[in-house]
């Protein structure tokens, strides 16, 4: 195993500590946890909104923290759930008296940590409402959820709720639009190559030389199949197809698209996926709004990528072009 690491067993706490040290004028650390906030927090008059989860998936998701997105992050240990104390002090530290949205990814874990820490702060007497994101069409159930996964979809979420957040908008009225975008959202992703989690010291999975593992997770669970390498074309079309057949996109809509690098695929490779998504949207007659080709929720190094689609309404277009100033994201 070859990483940029001190120690295998202090990643996080290291990341975290570079992170502040980064960018201490906008973010702070809350004492005693992996919670990262933005530096004003509490804002007053405002709706608070919280993510997380496993780490790994940088910059998901302390690097959307900011005006605009996250006013909170709970970053676990790597690919592993933040514990109900840490999601509860987040909540506490983002409250202003109008109440904090969760927005959750679809893993097992996640959920059932995040509720715990919703019913503690509740008995806190702060209100909490939830959305849980699945916007992986992989497959109905995987290794770590019941139903589909939470993956880069999620970043849409984020940006939605927390522009409607930013401008004073109610507790219900930013979970309603939430819950707008995980309905409006549909993803599906494409691994050429496994990573390594620094505590294990090995690869997650086996791919041979040829081999490429699609429908997978970001944590590097199974997908659809695994199978001989296949051009970028024949990839973003199969991964595009599936979005497609769920998502029943008619002639004339709108959509944001989403390009995601999973940690060590180059931006050359991502934009020549999304020239053959493009070209499948301009068959099919439907206008792309806003086209984002980067790396927005990571697998550590793991190459590849996944596509994520959100359908677009005079609304939701509002809200994503409203400003956003975070690390990984400014509009």
């Not at 702060?121 to 909490?128: L, M, T």
């Not at 620094?198 to 081999?211: H, Q, T, Y």
């Amino acid at each position: 195993m070859k990483k940029l690491i001190n120690d295998p067993n202090h990643v996080v706490n290291d990341m975290l500590e570079g992170m502040i040290a980064a960018y201490q004028n906008r973010l702070r650390r809350l004492p005693g946890t992996n919670v990262i906030v933005r530096n004003d927090a509490p804002v007053k008059g405002k709706v608070g909104i919280v993510s997380g989860g496993g780490s790994g998936h940088e910059p998901a998701h302390a690097g959307y923290v900011g005006k605009g997105m996250l006013d909170a992050a709970v970053c676990g240990e790597v690919f592993t759930s933040p514990t109900p104390d840490q999601v509860l002090e987040a909540i506490k530290a983002v409250n202003s008296g109008n109440g904090v949205l969760l927005i959750i990814k679809n893993y097992t874990g996640d959920v059932m940590n995040f509720e715990m820490a919703a019913e503690l702060a509740e008995a806190e007497g702060i209100r909490v409402a939830k959305v849980i994101v699945n916007d992986d069409v992989a497959v109905e159930d995987s290794t770590f959820t019941t139903g589909r996964r939470g993956i880069a979809g999620t970043v849409f979420v984020h940006k939605i709720a927390g522009a409607l957040a930013e401008r004073g908008a109610s507790l219900e009225e930013v979970e309603a639009a939430a819950k707008k975008v995980v309905q409006n959202v549909r993803s599906m992703g494409m691994a050429l190559t496994p990573c390594t989690v620094p505590a294990a010291g090995k690869p997650g999975f086996e791919l041979g030389e040829n081999e490429i593992e699609v429908g997978i997770g970001i944590h590097g669970e199974p997908g659809i199949e695994k199978t001989m390498i296949k051009t970028a074309d024949e990839i973003a079309e199969t991964l595009l197809n599936k979005i497609f057949d769920d998502m029943k996109l008619e002639k004339g809509d709108r959509v944001a698209v989403m390009i995601n690098g999973l940690g060590a695929t180059p931006l050359m490779e991502l934009y020549i996926v999304n020239k053959k998504v493009s070209e499948m949207l301009e068959e099919k007659q439907i206008h792309v709004y806003e086209t984002f080709v980067g790396e927005y929720m990571t697998s550590l190094e793991m190459a590849g990528c996944s596509i994520s689609l959100l359908k677009l309404d005079d609304s939701l277009i509002e809200l994503l072009d409203a400003p956003a100033d975070t690390i990984a994201l400014k509009k």
